[in-house]
DNA sequence: ATTTTATTGCAACACTGTTGCATTATTTGA
DNA sequence: TCAAATAATGCAACAGTGTTGCAATAAAAT
């Protein structure tokens, strides 16, 4: 199951790469030029996931965010511990800071961080 | 607006209560001995997370979970802002220890906190 | 008992994300 | 360079979660 290149994906990836925001299906859609169908748009961000060149996260409104991973992150999943924002007025998600001391009990085994904080930005409290 | 008591909130309400894991719809309906319209449930719960007698949790799956709150965390947001566990193999979320020291940059406003990990718990794990 | 109106149940919908399958296009290797 | 193998795409259809509209029901208030 080797990957091949296309321009799809190029778009997609190079998309993520330039917003400093998380960006959902939706927003993905919307910033592309030439449009790309909803299915194709979620099986590659699934394999950028699986691939570890972006990251997933999971808003409080139950939808799936995708973020460019920083370098080297790659499968480490430390350092896909930080903290989401999600701002309720401009609906943007964007990763903040560094890794936060969230400890599981004795026994638990994490296999996924989906720290997501929503509230307004300080851009739109600013207005 | 006032509430009134009826037998469907009161069933459910007990439910949450009795259970010491976060309960999704799905869930509660499978608890349920009369059964019970999925749009009442729904509007149920959505009045309790309002009346701040139950919080609601998104979790890593998109789906959302409610738990009874403890006693007087009635709109109290420093309360929810506890760690919630989702076990990918038994598929239960609970509610796990005191607040973390999330912080959020200056200017920023927290409206609600959903800090979701998922993973093994440890029964799945010693089995 | 009667009125008021909150709650319920049904049908229908909106939305997000996925699967199946035929078609297209990238690789690979002769 | 051309042909075969197969990854990626697009369309249609589906599954699941959660919501809205509306008529029927039932709790509370008079």
Chains 1, 2 share one sequence.
């Not at 190029?10 to 927003?27: C, F, I, K, P």
């Not at 859609?29 to 990251?55: C, M, Q, S, W």
């Not at 026994?107 to 961080?113: E, I, K, V």
Request: net charge negative; glycine share 6%; with cysteine.
């Amino acid at each position: 199951m080797s990957r091949r290149n296309t321009k799809t994906q190029e778009a997609v990836l190079t998309l993520l790469r330039e917003e400093q925001y998380a960006m959902s299906h939706e927003g993905i859609t919307a910033k592309l030029e030439e449009p790309i169908d909803r299915v194709t748009i979620y099986r590659i961000l699934n394999r950028f996931v699986e691939d570890g060149l972006v990251h997933r996260i999971v808003a409080d409104d139950g939808r799936q965010y995708f973020a460019s991973c920083a370098k080297n992150c790659a499968h480490d999943l430390a350092a896909h511990n930080h903290l989401h924002f999600r701002c309720t007025s401009c609906d943007r998600v964007e990763c903040l800071q560094g890794p936060l001391g969230v400890e599981l009990p004795a026994g638990y085994r994490a296999d996924n961080y989906n720290i997501a904080v929503s509230g307004s930005c300080k851009e739109c409290r600013e207005e």
